[in-house]
């Protein structure tokens, strides 16, 4: 996570007015259900470091992300938690960092904007998504646990990977997902904020 850190810190840096009032920072986790990702997944470290000297207004989101993206759990649960900060820190400038599945999460909020009346506003806050190794078109491990050898799947379902979330992940998946559903792949359209992506499958954005 340490090059991630520097990475981040540089893209912050980046924003030339990201310390103004009233801006703030969301941390969304990755595939997994979360109820203490502070700790669990980001480490209240890592959190530490990459809010040093960019003020003190985040969130930590804590979701279902084993399910599927457009589940109430998964990314109705995201748009509750960011709605409320938004609305008890005034935020008028939201930048998100993400992991892994949670950048999918991000995406189909962004792409869909007229399914969840709380998504509109939620896009109209977003300064910038950095998404740290986003499985924007799907993972080969997804496919492995799902439809690979025998032990592979019996590893996946002992290790607690045999989620929906996972099923979604996989190539054919996300192949369809990206034709479909979401913005920012080819012969789509770009997604409506900056999506930055670190390491992960590519996707664009809007240039505005």
Not at 57 to 63: A, F, H, K, L, Q
């Amino acid at each position: 996570m340490r090059l991630c850190k520097y990475l981040l810190l540089a893209c912050l840096l980046g924003t030339a007015q990201f310390v103004q009032a009233h801006q703030g920072v969301a941390f969304v986790h990755g595939t997994g259900k979360q109820s203490d990702a502070y700790n669990d997944y980001w480490t209240g470290s890592f959190v530490n470091s990459v809010m040093s000297g960019n003020g003190n207004r985040y969130v930590v989101i804590n979701c279902n992300f084993e399910k599927y993206m457009w589940d109430s759990a998964a990314t109705g649960c995201l748009a509750d938690q960011l709605s409320q900060f938004i609305q008890n820190q005034g935020i008028t400038s939201l930048y998100v960092i993400t992991h892994s599945h949670g950048g999918n999460m991000l995406r189909w909020l962004m792409s869909n904007p007229t399914l969840d009346s709380r998504y509109p506003n939620i896009i109209n806050k977003i300064s910038k998504v950095v998404a740290i190794a986003p499985s924007s078109k799907g993972t080969p491990l997804a496919d492995a646990v799902v439809d690979g050898n025998s032990f592979e799947q019996i590893l996946g379902w002992i290790l607690g990977y045999d989620s929906d979330a996972v099923k979604q992940q996989q190539l054919s998946w996300m192949h369809q997902y990206n034709n479909t559903n979401l913005y920012g792949t080819a012969g789509r359209p770009a997604l409506p904020k900056p999506f930055v992506n670190i390491v992960g499958t590519d996707v664009d954005s809007a240039i505005w």
